[in-house]
């Protein structure tokens, strides 16, 4: 079944960021509660906004949602440090939201990473930045998969994100995506693919659209997990009805659920 990490939390988010900033804990449990009512797997935290507050204020959101959490957190950070010592206070195994193949982030997560009980968000970008054909993506998850492998992490805990662009750049964005999953996922059939959904519509109107559009695709290509708004019933509609065409709902019972829920509608 589809996996949805639910991308609330996030100091970037006007909102969140004066809850956190306020330490007004009431604001932050009511959203996180909403998330997981609304079928998130996992919660993503993400502090990074507040320059000069992540380690302070990623504390005291996970000391705030953890009591409350009925699924894992996802640690988000680029910061190697922040995600240890994020990791070190979470009591249920987390995701690591990220890696990359970027040197200097590399090396410090990967002794960080060796031997450790969690799952993986592996970015597919390297210090040439981000990946210019199919080929390229391929060619960096298949380092991921190899470096996370010989620390200990299990193919199965992997959560490769192929990172998506832009395509009112360039029209050739989508399907290169799209190629590289299917070929991913041929090769590592165990491996999960994630990611945000919403850099594919940058530049142009009417979003949200584009973005449902393309889970769509990407689940037909083997993304089974994303990094997108629970609240949002229209996006979570169109990945429940996906799931289900796709044959990952047994006896339809999400897709009936989510209409009595009144979550999807014609
Ligand atoms: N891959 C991985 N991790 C990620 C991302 C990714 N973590 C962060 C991000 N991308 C996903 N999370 C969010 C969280 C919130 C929003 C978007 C992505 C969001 N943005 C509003 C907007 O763009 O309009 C902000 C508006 C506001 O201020 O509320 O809500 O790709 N591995």
């Known amino acids: 079944m589809f996996e949805v ?42 502090a ?44 249920n195994t987390p995701m690591i939201n990220s890696i990359s193949l970027e040197k200097e982030r590399f090396d410090a997560m990967m002794p960080f990473l060796s031997g450790k009980d969690c799952k993986v968000i592996a970015l597919c970008m390297d210090d040439a930045g981000m990946p210019n054909s199919a080929d390229d993506i391929v060619d960096r998850a298949k380092r991921l998969v190899k470096e996370l492998n010989t620390i200990g992490i299990g193919t199965s805990d992997i959560y490769l994100d192929p990172l998506v662009q832009p395509i009112s750049t360039d029209t050739a964005k989508g399907v290169m995506v799209l190629d590289a999953v299917r070929t991913i996922k041929s090769e590592f059939p165990e491996v999960h693919i994630t990611g945000g959904l919403s850099n594919i519509s940058y530049g142009l109107p009417q979003r949200k659209i584009i973005n449902r559009t393309f889970v769509t695709l990407m689940m037909d290509a083997g993304m089974d997990s994303a990094i997108i708004d629970p609240l949002d019933n229209k996006i979570m509609a169109t990945i429940k009805t996906a799931d289900m065409l796709l044959g990952n709902d047994s006896f339809c019972m999400n897709y009936l659920k989510g209409v009595r829920a009144g979550q999807i509608e014609s």
Do not use: C
């Not at 900033?21 to 079928?39: F, S």
């Not at 992540?54 to 504390?59: A, F, L, N, P, Q």
């Open 5 to 46: 990490i639910g991308e609330r939390i996030n100091t970037s988010r006007k909102l969140v960021q004066a809850a956190v900033a306020e330490r007004d804990a009431d604001y932050i449990i009511i959203d996180v509660t909403k998330q997981q009512e609304a079928g998130a797997a996992f919660i993503d935290v993400n």
């Open 48 to 91: 990074g906004a507040r320059i000069g507050h992540e380690e302070g204020d990623m504390k005291w959101l996970i000391d705030t949602i953890q009591p409350i959490a009925t699924v894992p957190l996802t640690l988000d950070s680029p910061d190697p440090a922040i995600l240890e010592m994020a990791f070190q206070m979470v009591e």
